[in-house]
């Protein structure tokens, strides 16, 4: 049974609309991450926490927020979507070995087409 | 800060070649050093990963070495086959810092 999971699988939304993202995890890993894909860019870090209520800004943050109510749940929002935010977006989930971050296992992805 | 190289954007390869995949890096410490393959339609899996401590990762009929020396982690397999094809990402993680990936190499292979 699949660890980690996206809903929905596709999106699509209108310039200036609110998109969330939502991600599920019953690894009971403390960390979870947000990703986007695109072409020539391959995985970009966008948010990420280490333990439920805290959320950190990673390598590209602007335009998105994100939630994380619980340890299994990781949300991303996009208050105002714009078209440079159609993407693939994975979310992954992870702990710490040896005083770093371990393997992370991600979800299969959401498609998300801004009109 | 941390970066992963992969020279090869896409490598193209008939079933049962020899497959060879450049990873090469950048960092200060010795980092724990991952493979991932992402199939069509789905997020990135582990291949295998390694550490300082075990210097090599054997998973599937992949093999990748962690060379000090060179700072590099190419990955090799003997004999490819068509359910090889995905794209492959090289990444590295320090204490302290984030998982960086490589670029990915897109690997198809002909039947």
């Known amino acids: 049974e699949a660890a980690v999971t996206q809903s929905p699988r596709n999106k699509v939304a209108v310039t200036g609309g609110k998109v969330t993202l939502s991600c599920n995890q019953t690894n009971n890993h403390n960390n979870m991450y947000w990703y986007r894909q695109d072409t020539g860019h391959g995985l970009r870090l966008i948010h990420y926490?280490?333990?439920?209520?805290?959320?950190e800004k990673g390598d590209i943050p602007d335009g998105y927020k994100a939630s994380r109510p619980s340890q299994e749940n990781f949300s991303l929002i996009l208050e105002l979507a714009t078209p440079s935010q159609t993407s693939v977006y994975f979310c992954?989930?992870?702990?710490?070995?040896?005083?770093?971050?371990?393997?992370?296992?991600f979800g299969p992805g959401t498609r998300l087409l801004v009109l | 800060g941390d970066s992963v190289t992969q020279k090869q954007g896409q490598v193209t390869l008939s079933e049962d070649d020899f497959l060879f995949i450049n990873c090469t890096y950048s960092t200060t410490t010795y980092p724990t050093l991952f493979w991932y393959v992402q199939y069509p339609g789905q997020g990135p899996q582990l291949l295998l990963k390694?550490?300082?401590?075990?210097n090599k990762g054997i998973s599937r009929g992949f093999e990748a070495t962690y060379d000090k020396g060179t700072t590099s982690f190419h990955l090799q397999k003997a004999s490819v086959q068509e359910s090889d094809s995905a794209v492959y990402f090289c990444?590295?993680?320090?204490?302290?810092?984030?998982?960086?990936f490589g670029g990915g190499t897109r690997l198809t292979v002909r039947p």
């Open positions: 990444a590295l993680v320090n204490a302290g810092a984030k998982l960086t």
């Open positions: 926490s280490y333990g439920a209520g805290s959320t």
């Open positions: 390694v550490t300082t401590a075990n």
């Open positions: 992954a989930s992870g702990d710490w070995l040896g005083g770093r971050e371990d393997t992370q296992y």
